[in-house]
């Protein structure tokens, strides 16, 4: 293997983190929380939101606008990575954080269903450049046998922000509150948190070594053409996207299910499809981050192993989702889709590790995303257009179950490459 592909992290004589490190961790988790707050408030809104903004009019208008923003969002997200790569992390991170805050608190002023979709695909070009940035730098900073641990540990942020928005339906329905306040609260909390995040984070020190400085000077067309001749990084792109659909239709649909299926209010709906799902997330992260950590020291497929595992749960809990009759068995499957769902999210950017440079890491999540969030907002269309024409929710699911099992198969063929390994965390197998 040519020297200049080997990852400087392999020759790095201390890869266990410092406070630093877990300090940048702890710094993020709250941007992850508002980053996805954001995003979900508006799914167990619904009710209200097209009650005030009536021109939305159908589901199938209502699954384009949440289209819009993965669509800007995936189309961006190769460009954020490349530039955090190219220049660094930190601002990157803290300009996402500052606009999408904006047009947060913008959104709570749209009076129609147009400035609603350009509003959330404004929302989709500045939240583009924030998690390839983040979880690179996380990355950057864990370079030993704590790198799952510390992606999980962010991700919770992620999953409190989906809890925290599962409550939104009630702030919606209350008179004095409302999905207006809801929006300009949240805008203005992101803004004010942009200057201590600005203040704390920091880059890595810029390796000396002549393959990094070459790296970091490779064009955007050299960096996109090594990823896609990368055959592994294209199975992980694959095993990113599929499953993500499913996870889309769950996040942005299910409030919308719950309620039509069982006949909930607003605000009951967006609890029982969110908090069940992202308190056993959750769960999953924390457990599958270790769980894939210890596996490590006995295999370098441990990450693999973990994430094929929660995309085997997905199989049953969608099927179990899409035939249940009734909402107690409906909840205890959307508890097993969120165990499944957290061993596979921490291990994404891990698993990116063992196969593509540093150099390259926040450009190859980038690229994920274009795949994943772009097949999710057609997902998201396409499953408001099925629904207007009373398709089977049994079929729908059942679908995306199948394609989650197809996915555990390609993660299983993916082979880490020995060089990019960190130092420390080198195993048999």
Known sequence: MPAETIDPDFLDPSPRPGRTAWLIVAMLVPVALLNYLDRQMLAVMKTSVMADVPDIASRENWGFMLGSFKWVYALLSPVGGYIADRFGRRLVIVASLFVWSAVTWATGYVTDFHTLVGTRALMGISEAFYIPAALALIADHHRGATRSRAVGLHQTGI???????????????????????????????????????????????????????????????????????????????????????????????????????????????????VLPVQFASLAGVLLGGWLADALMKRTVRGRILISATGMVLFLPALFGVGFSESLGPAVAFLVLYGIGWGFFDCNNMPILSQIVPADRRATGYGLMNLASISCGGFADWGFGFLRDRHAPLAVIFGAFALVALFSAVLMMMIRPRPELMEKGAEASG
């Not at 409550?167 to 948190?193: E, I, N, Q, S, T």
């Not at 890595?204 to 990084?233: C, Q, V, W, Y």
């Open 159 to 273: 999953y409190a922000g989906l809890i925290l928005g599962g409550f939104m339906g009630h702030v919606a329905d209350a008179p004095d509150l409302g999905w207006r306040f809801a929006f300009k609260a949240c805008g203005v909390v992101g803004v004010l948190y942009a200057l201590p995040l600005l203040l704390v984070l920091r880059d890595p020190p810029a390796k000396a070594d002549a393959a990094s400085k070459a790296h970091r000077g490779a064009s955007a067309f050299a960096t996109l053409g090594e990823l896609l001749r990368n055959r592994d990084f294209l199975l992980l792109v694959a095993c990113f996207t599929l499953p993500a659909m499913a996870g889309w239709i769950v996040k942005d649909w299910m409030p919308d299910i719950l309620k039509e299926r069982f006949d909930l209010p607003q605000g009951s709906a967006g609890v029982y499809s």
